[in-house]
């Protein structure tokens, strides 16, 4: 089995008991909701990959924010005709101010090529059919119960 590893950095923004989160295009995580955020490149730091990937998915700015934590998570995922084991690590930010509007629908393209778009989802009404992996860990490290 071939393996793959992914290190992303990814923005935590909750207000009122929601989540932003993005609908996912492609990838292991495709048709689900995830984290806004994505691959740290090539001697990127962390915190510029937190809001080069929010501009990009979501539209905003950030302006303030803090380190959360940091995990992962390992699956299988078949993608075409290869069998993968996927090591998912995610370095986690709490966004506490941002500038802009949101975009709730987004085109892909060379810059943005996984977000269609992002919303604030009520975390009570999500459940782990309709979640990333690595969304399910941070909003569980965030103390929420994720319904199966």
Not at 6 to 33: H, R, S, T, V
Not at 57 to 74: A, K, M, R
Request: one cysteine or more; glycine letters at 8%; a positive charge.
């Amino acid at each position: 089995m071939k393996e793959y590893k992914q290190l992303g950095a990814y923005g935590l923004i909750e207000k009122n008991n929601k989540i932003l989160l993005i609908k996912k295009y492609g990838g292991p995580y495709n048709g689900k909701l995830d984290l806004p955020g994505g691959t740290i490149e090539f001697c990127e730091k962390p915190e510029s990959t937190l809001k080069r990937e929010l501009m990009e998915e979501v539209g905003i700015e950030v302006t303030n924010y803090q380190l959360f934590n940091v995990d992962s998570i390992s699956f299988n995922w078949k993608y075409k005709d290869n069998l993968l084991k996927v090591h998912h690590i995610g370095i986690f930010y709490k966004v506490t101010k941002y500038k802009n509007n949101i975009k709730k629908n987004i085109t892909i393209d060379k810059i943005n090529d996984d977000s269609l778009g992002a919303d604030f989802y009520d975390i009570n009404k999500l459940s782990k059919n309709n979640l990333s992996a690595i969304a399910i860990i941070a909003l569980e490290k965030l103390g929420y119960n994720i319904k199966s």
